[in-house]
């Protein structure tokens, strides 16, 4: 290989591996908003119709926090089998893992069909959608920081946090054209249901794409270097990090609440309480996560502009 094709190919391959961390990781969060949503307006007449209105409510957004519980073990776990078996493998694994649960829960009987077993079900797939995001959201990191430049690394994740605005904005538009689309019953019966079992093109795309991404030189470099293998990461993180870890879980729970309160809560107390129609909650979230995209792109240029500054 000549020089020159082998710097273009070292030039193409970062912006491969962040384009294919930033589809993949949209498409993992398109199924994660996408059970925030119909959580807060269809589930809990379709899976605790037994509980009064607001308590059913309240179980359904139960459900959307257990797969918030279960990403710190994901990311946990899929972390420590990444520096294994790969990056490049996990993040093929979760984003299947993601598709399959969501599929499921397009095709899953309600309480009515099957009584409390509905609502377990949902539950248990809840925790595989979680599970597989906690740990693509830290493969995704991983993968574009170590193919990345240093830099390049405030752009890409600057680039990385347009996933989570950009799957809200694909969720709530598919779920706003279904609204208008279907009267209330339909919507209810099936119409719900269509854009999990979507799920399965999704996964097919996400998988091409990254089956076209090498494994990151970090990794390659690693394994070609013997070194000493940590017993129990997770131990030495905690033991000689703990109190770094602890201020930025704290720091990152208020953005975390308001942003879980305004794409969840907010979008049943629209049309509950304020009469707003289904269509027109969607399309204020749509335009709400728009503004987030323009915030992420201007945190990723301050990045790049304090990197650009340092001796």
């Known amino acids: 290989m000549s020089t020159t094709s082998h710097e273009t190919h070292d030039l193409r391959m970062p912006r491969k591996a962040v384009t294919a961390a930033t589809i993949g990781t949209a498409l993992e969060w398109f199924d994660f908003t996408l059970y925030g949503a119909v959580s807060a307006t269809i589930l809990p007449k379709l899976f605790f119709p037994a509980m009064e209105p607001t308590a059913g409510l309240l179980a359904s957004l139960a459900t959307f926090g257990v797969g918030l519980a279960a990403r710190p073990l994901g990311a946990i776990t899929c972390g420590y089998l990444g520096d294994k078996l790969g990056r490049r493998n996990l993040m093929l694994a979760t984003v299947t893992m993601m598709g399959l649960a969501s599929v499921m829960m397009g095709l899953l009987p309600t309480y009515g069909q099957i009584g409390v077993w509905a609502p377990i079900l949902l539950v248990l797939?809840?925790?595989?959608?979680?599970?597989?995001?906690?740990?693509?959201s830290t493969g995704a990191q991983l993968m574009a920081l170590e193919h990345a430049s240093p830099d390049r690394r405030g752009r890409y994740s600057g680039l990385l946090g347009l996933c989570s605005p950009l799957s809200q904005i694909l969720a709530n538009a598919v779920l706003m054209g279904l609204a208008?689309?279907?009267?209330?019953?339909?919507?209810?019966?099936?119409?719900?249901r269509i854009p999990f079992l979507l799920s399965f093109v999704l996964?097919?795309?996400?998988?091409?794409?990254?089956?076209?991404?090498?494994?990151?030189?970090?990794?390659?470099?690693?394994k070609k270097t013997p070194v000493k293998q940590e017993k129990?990461?997770?131990k030495s993180a905690l033991g000689?990090?703990?109190?770094?870890?602890?201020?930025l879980m704290l720091f990152f729970c208020s953005p975390a609440a308001l942003f879980y309160l305004i794409v969840i809560f907010s979008l049943s107390y629209l049309t509950k309480h304020l009469g707003m129609s289904q269509s027109m909650g969607f399309m204020s979230l749509m335009v709400a996560n728009v503004c987030a995209i323009f915030g992420a792109l201007a945190a990723a240029t301050c990045q790049i502009a304090g990197a650009g500054k340092r001796p």
């Open 240 to 247: 000689g990090h703990y109190k770094t870890i602890v201020r």
């Open 203 to 222: 996964v097919v795309v996400a998988i091409f794409i990254r089956l076209k991404v090498d494994e990151t030189p970090a990794f390659v470099a690693l």
């Open 232 to 234: 129990s990461p997770l």
């Open 125 to 136: 797939l809840r925790i595989i959608q979680g599970f597989a995001l906690g740990g693509e």
């Open 180 to 192: 208008a689309t279907l009267n209330s019953e339909q919507f209810e019966s099936f119409g719900w």
